[in-house]
């Protein structure tokens, strides 16, 4: 049962512009949210997060909404660079204990 | 800090062979993590400990063991090797839970043939 969905396998960017990625779930008990970020041949990164109880944040170049009503959950990346270019997965977690459930990840390919 | 650290970083085993993961960090987190990535699929959590000498089952625990006996160790143990464990295997740790980001180990790609 995949409680947590990213529709998108792959999407491609040119640099400079932004990189929308999107994140569906379907458990309303998810109360915290995160992206990792991953290269080939590493472990997932932490990229950022938001509690349920924003509807927004921001860390540099990388913003996340919430959507609750929706259950759905978005990455913005502005400007794309070329070192974004990664698989991006978006994770969930209910009632502090910490265990996550991953979507399936989307292949971000920035262009020149 | 080297972080979280597992070895080794790839293996081949034959069906039916045993084998242990070995996953360490230094962090003194309290928490910690084992999960498959399937090609194609995200990541998907076997086993957690929320501490020494405590351990719980994840999703998908079938076919695995683990031991916590220190706070920076927790192996993931493989018996009677298939090959629907062909994966790759990453461990995680985190300071507690909650709003709390785990810290990944570079993963150990395991093909069982």
């Known amino acids: 049962d995949q409680q947590v969905k990213q529709n998108s396998p792959s999407l491609s960017v040119q640099e400079g512009r932004i990189s929308i990625l999107n994140c569906d779930y379907t458990n309303s008990m998810f109360d915290y949210f995160l992206w990792y970020k991953k290269y080939p041949a590493e472990g997932p990164t932490f990229l950022i997060s938001?509690?349920?109880?924003?509807d927004k944040n921001e860390d540099g170049r990388f913003t996340v909404f919430l959507n609750k009503s929706a259950k759905h959950l978005s990455l913005h990346i502005v400007p794309s660079q070329p070192g974004d270019s990664a698989v991006y997965f978006c994770a969930a977690s209910d009632a502090g204990w910490g265990k996550l459930q991953f979507g399936a990840g989307t292949q971000v390919v920035v262009t020149p | 800090n080297a972080g979280v650290t597992q070895t080794p970083k790839f293996r081949i085993l034959k069906i039916g062979q045993s084998m242990t993961l070995q996953c360490t960090q230094d962090m003194n987190h309290n928490y910690m993590y084992w999960y498959r990535q399937d090609p194609g699929m995200g990541l998907k959590l076997i086993y957690y400990s929320v501490g020494a000498g405590i351990t719980d089952k994840g999703e998908v625990p079938n076919g695995y063991n683990v031991s916590r006996s220190t706070t920076e160790d927790f192996p993931l143990r493989l018996e009677l090797a298939a090959p629907s464990q062909t994966s790759v295997y990453f461990c995680?740790?985190?300071?507690?839970?909650?709003?709390?980001?785990?810290?990944f180990g570079p993963g150990t790609r395991l093909t069982v043939l």
């Open positions: 938001i509690s349920s109880i924003k």
């Open positions: 995680a740790s985190s300071f507690w839970t909650g709003e709390n980001e785990q810290f």
